[in-house]
């Protein structure tokens, strides 16, 4: 008798041992599986000169005028709505954080205050549910209450205690591309990136990311605002010590070759990367862009120069950005 009972027990336990194997195993199948699906953040960008691989590429496309006056509201004819949802690859929405939704052209999408309240921390969200709730604001019309609430978000530099650097990269990025995608640029948005460029408190990625989002945004600007965001530009050509000067120079050419420069601005120009070349305390941040834009201007008279930066065993990635021109 006592035998069978123990069998029994001994039944009982394997049976239980089995379902929590189970069970372990199919958590771990799913957390694995939403891994696959989320980038990990050793491959987020680490610095801004990593990021602004995406935003140096000299664009070229058309891209229809938007009026706009000192105040940034948009005209009532372009005050249609349309939502882009730019998702990260393999993502699908989950039903946690997908209250009060909207549907908008058969896209399924927070409302822009229920995806502000995650991105800016004020529900429990991890980082993947906060890069999903930024991505849900791409292209979509923000109400002035919640543009208001992102910007001053974007404006605090403590916004992002708590995260890793590297996500928190990702989520400036994102959060200044929702600016600079809309039609018409927010007067308010360029008030806010001009006071976190100039700002040195600031991480230093945070500026840059910040000065490549209104180079990306030029494209919607008014004069009014192009010329604020120019200005912008050169100010940030004064520093040494940062990658700013670097990506100052690349949007400053961008425009060149837009031709929204005067003679003026593209000798000033000219002279500015010279200068850059010539200086052996600058950096290979600041360097590297002025070699770049020194071959697309076709500036005479630096032979020297490159060939003394190309033979210094200091300069290595100058090296090899001159020895591809040289290639070319």
Request: net charge negative; proline share 3%; hydrophobic share 35%.
């Amino acid at each position: 008798m006592k035998r069978k009972a123990t069998y029994a027990i001994l039944f009982v336990l394997v049976g239980l041992c089995s379902t929590v194997f189970i069970y372990v195993k199919l958590l771990n199948s799913d957390q694995s599986t939403e891994m696959e699906h989320f980038p990990n953040e050793l491959e987020f960008p680490k610095n801004a000169d990593e990021g602004r691989k995406g935003s140096t590429s000299l664009r070229e496309e058309a891209v229809p005028n938007a009026s706009v006056g000192n105040s940034g509201k948009r005209s009532e004819e372009s005050k249609t709505s349309r939502v882009v949802a730019r998702m990260p690859a393999g993502y699908q929405p989950d039903q946690l954080h997908l209250r009060r939704e909207l549907e908008v052209n058969n896209k399924t999408v927070r409302s822009p205050k229920h995806a502000v309240d995650v991105v800016t921390g004020l529900t429990e969200a991890s980082n993947a549910e906060r890069f999903r709730a930024v991505s849900d604001l791409h292209g979509a019309e923000l109400p002035e209450a919640e543009a208001t609430r992102l910007l001053d978000y974007l404006a605090d530099e403590h916004r992002y205690k708590g995260m890793s650097n590297a996500a928190m990269y990702v989520l400036i990025n994102e959060i200044v591309a929702v600016f600079h995608d809309q039609p018409v640029l927010s007067d308010d948005y360029l008030e806010v990136s001009a006071q976190v460029i100039n700002d040195k408190t600031q991480q230093e990625n945070v500026r840059d990311y910040t000065l490549q989002g209104l180079s990306r945004g030029m494209v919607n600007a008014s004069e009014t605002q192009a010329k604020m965001i120019k200005n912008v530009f050169w100010d940030s050509l004064d520093e040494t010590d940062t990658s700013l000067p670097g990506t100052a120079l690349l949007a400053l050419n961008r425009e060149r070759r837009a031709g929204k420069l005067s003679a003026e601005d593209v000798a000033k120009l000219e002279k500015t990367v010279a200068e850059f070349i010539e200086n052996p305390n600058l950096g290979e941040r600041t360097r590297i862009p002025a070699i770049q834009v020194a071959d697309d201007m076709e500036i005479t008279g630096l032979s020297d120069s490159l060939a003394r930066i190309a033979e210094s065993k200091n300069t290595f990635s100058e090296r090899i950005v001159i020895e591809s021109i040289r290639s070319k």
